[in-house]
């Protein structure tokens, strides 16, 4: 929250620049880059999008959502780091003994996974969103097996499996003391107590839901930059705050998305926003099957072998670039640019340390 706070302001330091041809100035503050800030994903989510574009096969893609049920995200939100683990742990076994299970499609598959833990109303949500090209390499790494046209495994299967593995895996868990349980759960710390709050779960049908596939490789990637490097809310969907009230937009899921407004106390606000904050280092983007990072280059070249197509072409810029620079090359779009006349660039004339003030002009402040 600190990181947050501080962002774009004197706290961190910046610069000011200066209009070549028209001589307007402004002043840019530096960012903080924390990856929960909503305005500091940009840069780092088009690099991310440029990589990704040699990881894409020619080949239909499926969105496939892995949710945790109510009672399981209470206990997540106590142990976030063990439980958000397991959540992809037992996704990635589902998905790829399905996969892999001659009945259904018989192949070594490969997909993305993305950690989201937040609804529209930015109360906890823990869910995966995978990313799947439409089938895989046979066993014996000499065919490529595809998925039927718009159907790529069938989600019941995928959901039963789900269920059994996380659970067991939760068990597990628990059984070593890698579970903290405090408050409300405290009482759950009783194997006894554990096993009877889990035993409606255990009953119930976990969702895990596909969303229609995709067109092609150059969706794919529109969708991604979606998804990959969001935080619980953006900045777009603030509408007003007035008599220590935010008024943001949301869509209402259980009511056909049907567009929505939420007015919250400023504290209950931010507390939502926070419930979202990742462990330390935690890694809410990963890559399995052949898109693992180890095998990644030499599994999607026998992909690409297999599919009778040419590796794709990337083209990298001649020379190390600044940010500036970096961000027109991955997204087309000039940071450079004269807001005002649209006819010059705007150049760096001072620099400012954290916590001071551009001199700016004689007798005046910044």
């Keep these: 929250m600190n990181a947050i706070e501080r962002c774009r302001t004197a706290a961190l330091g910046g610069h000011v620049e200066q209009c070549d041809a028209c001589g307007h100035q402004r002043i840019a503050f530096n960012s903080c880059r924390n990856r929960h800030c909503p305005k500091c994903q940009s840069l780092v989510r088009a690099q991310w ?62 997909f993305i996974a ?34 039927r046209p718009g159907f790529f495994l069938p989600v019941r299967v ?43 779960v255990r009953k119930t049908e976990w969702v895990v839901y596909a969303k229609p596939p995709f067109g092609g490789p150059q969706q794919v990637l529109e969708y991604l930059g979606r998804y990959t490097h969001r935080v619980a809310i953006s900045n777009n969907r603030l509408i007003n705050f ?14 056909e998305s049907h567009p929505k407004v ?48 040419p590796a794709p072409i990337i083209p990298v810029p001649d020379a190390p670039l600044d940010y500036r620079d970096r961000y027109q090359w ?11 006349c649209g006819q010059g660039h705007m150049v760096c004339i001072e620099t400012f340390l954290p916590g001071t003030l551009p001199r700016g002009p004689p007798g005046e402040r910044v």
């Design 330 to 340: 991955l997204t087309g779009k000039s940071l450079r640019d004269c807001p005002k």
């Design 158 to 200: 995928l959901s039963r499996l789900f269920r059994r593995l996380f659970l067991e895996q939760l068990q597990r868990a628990f059984d070593a003391g890698d579970l903290h349980l405090y408050l409300a759960l405290e009482e759950l710390q009783a194997p006894a107590a554990f096993a009877r709050y889990l035993a409606p």
């Design 114 to 147: 993305i950690l989201h833990t937040w609804g529209q109303n930015l109360l906890h949500h823990p869910h995966l969103h995978c990313l799947v090209p439409g089938g895989g390499v046979s066993a014996d790494g000499e065919r490529w097996i595809s998925c």
């Design 49 to 110: 999008l440029e990589d990704r574009q040699a990881d894409l096969i020619p080949v239909e893609y499926f969105h496939v959502v892995f949710t945790l049920p109510e009672a399981v995200a209470a206990i997540a939100y106590q142990n976030k780091a063990v439980v958000y683990g397991l959540l992809f742990r037992a996704t990635a076994e589902t998905l790829r003994t399905i996969a892999a299970d001659p009945k259904h499609l018989g192949a070594e598959i490969g």
């Design 262 to 309: 939420m007015q919250l106390a400023a504290d209950e606000f931010i507390r939502r926003f926070l419930l979202h904050v990742l462990p330390s280092s935690f890694q809410r983007i990963r890559h399995y099957g052949f898109l693992a990072n180890r095998y990644r280059a030499v599994k999607l070249e026998r992909c690409l072998e297999l599919l009778a197509e």
């Design 242 to 255: 007035a008599d220590d009230q935010v008024c943001f937009r949301w869509k209402d899921y259980r009511h």
